[in-house]
């Protein structure tokens, strides 16, 4: 039976180039890159690689690229490792965050730093004269995530990093939905710490990166041997981190071809299913991820639209699959003006390499026919 | 040409059987264990699967057990974790704990927390007596190794955690030296926090686990989605967790048989080495790690002995691995009375699974005729 994966906002399959780069670091090549004889050395080659390869694909300096053990970890550090030490105590942030970059700020907020949670609009745009007005004497950090995870909007990044720059306020983008859907340009974008993750593009679970603008000053949250100059302790996973930047440059090289078949499969997903009565959108009709597209069934029966796809075999999500086991209703639909109800009558589906005309075809035929009828649902199809 | 790894405290190859466990879960089961479709059931039942596997193997309940990223984050968790939110301000720990748990240490000291460290004697014991004295009201934690990753020596955990026990005080041991070495029960040991990591005992890099006993009260250090019980958020390293719960269930299987053998070797190796005019041994003579050996050569000539082995083809440490290209002299060598001059005329080799008496005869007779002539070099040999 046909299988049809449609969750790569969740999670990727790694990509067979990228797992054939990682095996030798398993077994063969298995040394700890701090050791001093060649098993060392060729582990510490491979490191060094790896940073020059993950850093051309942003075009950063190598020394600018640390390794982490993921998103989640590299929002941490960029955003308590800017507050810890730091003087002043105000950061900007916006309601749609994911919570990797919410739930710091909370921390941060216990700890008696003070956040603003900026507004979206009902596409999910943060408002540059809103970053503009929030901004105070004791503000040193904006983090504004590139695109957003659930209904995959596009903030105005560079717009927003240049007036922190001209304010000298650190600015960090959570880039794990864009980093090899987008370009990224250290040397462009005004950005000074950027966060991805390596699963979101076809490379290993459990790897991922910040990138720390030269001059930025961070505390480490993992204290210890000192490695990645003193940002991020612990031995180097380099089986992850040689798949890591092997799928990130691949995702660089493949970026331009993909993009223009996954706009396309995706505008044919969208019109098929908003021809389903009363579906609605989410998100900016323009400004989205070539791979994303998010639906509100107002009229559908309450049902679990998610499992019910699932039986037929086709994989998507009900909200961000990064909250664990989380039963409240989307914050990022909330912030958009869903109600609760209408949240839990909305679909993600987001597109990936494996996908093709056939199974665009094939998910609008079975989402058409379980919210057909005024989207009652039938018992079998 | 032979080739002998001798340097499995700072990491081991994987072992197939565990590659081979993980290998499924990169391209095919790659389903994020928070997604509700079957992917991500599959996922999610993987990772239960690895936290019973894990948990059996040190006689723990599956929910006690933490997936981190590798035995620093879990040392920092244990550490930072345990002083986050708490109103007492004193920890008790040693001089020769590695830098994982000593520059959590230090950070807290910074930030207003009190660290008393205990000197330990000549062969690296921690004395019971020391600990019971050093106990103030103010005492919220104690944080004694369970073997030293330098010298080898195994400390008294049950009888420190005993008198933790008694006080209401918690007790963090890294274990990253022990697991799949010592037996490790938690229901027996008076342990309330335990440290484990992936790579030391044949599984992947990248990952490692906090034992954190019911009812112990922790902060998380990676705020986030909420995962593993929200103590440590971001997606979870499914590959990863399932190849280090196999590598440790396997550890724990082959644990008498390689401990009786790597001992056999191990005292083969001592007594060989021990033949080098005025050579000493580092650590406890008995209380110590069944694959550690580590010496000193005062009467060497100042040669880096670790490289001249290395072009033999013998692959050993000087200090722990741990310390990315640290160049001060070993703390712990310093702690047991050896000056920073002897200190870098020693040798640390241990022993893994992969080693034979073959190994063990090459080894002792290159250090031997390295070391020979009252430790003149020669230019070749």
Known sequence: MKRVYMDHASTTPVDPFVLEAMLPYFSEKFGNASSMHSFGVDARRALDESRIRASAAINSNPDEIVFTSGGTESDNLAIKGTAYGNKKRHIITDRIEHKAVLNPCRFLEEKGFKVTYLPVDRYGLVDITEVEKSITKDTFLISVMHANNEIGTIQPIEEIGEIAADKGIIFHTDAVQ???????????????????????????????ALYVREGARLEPLIHGGGHEKNLRSGTENIPGIVGFSHALELSVKKMSEDSERLTRLR?????????????????????????????????????????????????????SACSAHSTGASHVLSAIGLTAEEACKSLRLTLGRINNEEDIEYVIEKIQYLTKNGCQITENI
Do not use: W
């Open 267 to 319: 505008d044919r997903l969208i019109k098929g299913v908003l021809e389903v009565d009363c579906c609605r959108l989410n998100g900016h009709p323009k400004k989205r991820l070539q791979n994303n597209a998010h639906f509100t069934f107002p009229n559908m029966k309450q049902i679990d639209l998610v499992s019910e796809l699932s039986r037929k075999n086709i994989y998507a999500s009900a909200a």
């Open 178 to 208: 864009t980093a090899g859907k987008l370009p990224l340009n250290m040397k462009k974008m005004n950005v000074d710490l950027l966060s991805i993750s390596s699963h979101k593009l076809y490379g290993p679970k459990g790897v991922g």
